[in-house]
């Protein structure tokens, strides 16, 4: 829990803990089995992963939304009112329901916003 929880939790339920690193919220979800100890440390030895997939998220948002939407990111582009167009603000880490995948380390499934 070297990462995330040294970061300072801004909120505890049963079922998740909130903590905040930069500007991005991240939670843990907290499954009612096994002890939660094990899965915040598991959360937060799968956070880097998650937190590596933010920029490739961030680029594929990026792509499907300017595809999407042509005339607004049009009248956005020449109005140049912002650099940062699209960010991540939040990462749920459900280290309950990782998958083993053949190429790499399980890898949490996570909503990123």
Known sequence: MKRLLSSGTLGSAQSAEEVQI?????WIVIPAYGRRADWLQRGD???GESWREGDRVVAFA???S???????????????????QLAVWGIWISPGHAEPRPS????????LW
């Open 45 to 47: 030895d799968l956070s």
């Open 22 to 26: 930069a500007r991005p919220l991240v």
């Open 104 to 111: 790499r380390p399980a890898v949490p499934r996570c909503v």
């Open 62 to 64: 990026r792509q499907q």
């Open 66 to 84: 300017r595809a999407m939407l042509p005339d607004f990111w049009a009248a956005h582009d020449q109005a140049g009112i912002s650099d940062e």
